[in-house]
């Protein structure tokens, strides 16, 4: 089971990370409404969501929302969500596999998805044709 589930994680940074990559640094600041984040901050969401949901619901250390301030640029955004995807890698790795962990890390990839789906539409929108999507 650990391993099906390190390699739905891999396919999920990978695709999140190619979507993450393909927009480019101009485009970090755009929205698609008023009202809604930017591209750089949703990257930003994505990433303080996996901490945050790797915190409550695999580690089960209850963590408030209390997000920091989106990165200012597109290298700081990929680091910072390069580095979630570390740290959620390292605790799927040392994690006992029970069905509150399991429901946890596809909570957590639910989340992941969400999201990315979003984002898929921002690069639509700034004419960039998002990867293939992989599963």
């Known amino acids: 089971m650990k391993q099906k589930l390190l390699t739905t994680l891999d396919v999920s940074q990978n695709y999140t990370l190619g979507v993450a990559q393909l927009m480019p640094e101009d485009g970090y600041a755009f ?3 008023e009202g809604v984040w930017n591209f750089g901050e949703l990257i930003h969401h994505i ?8 915190d409550n619901f695999l580690r089960k250390k209850k963590t ?3 997000p920091p301030a989106a990165a200012a640029t597109k290298k700081a955004a990929v680091q910072y969500l ?7 890698r390292k605790t799927v790795e040392t994690a006992v ?9 596809f909570a ?14 921002y690069l639509r ?4 044709k998002p990867p293939e999507y992989a599963f």
């Open 64 to 66: 408030e929302w209390n």
């Open 125 to 128: 929108g700034r004419g960039i």
């Open 108 to 121: 957590t990839i639910d989340h992941i998805t969400h999201h990315r789906g979003q984002a898929t539409v």
């Open 97 to 105: 596999t029970d069905d509150d962990t399991v429901y946890g890390f």
């Open 31 to 33: 929205s698609p409404a």
């Open 47 to 54: 990433a303080y969501g996996i901490y945050w949901w790797e």
């Open 82 to 88: 390069t580095q979630a995807f570390a740290s959620l």
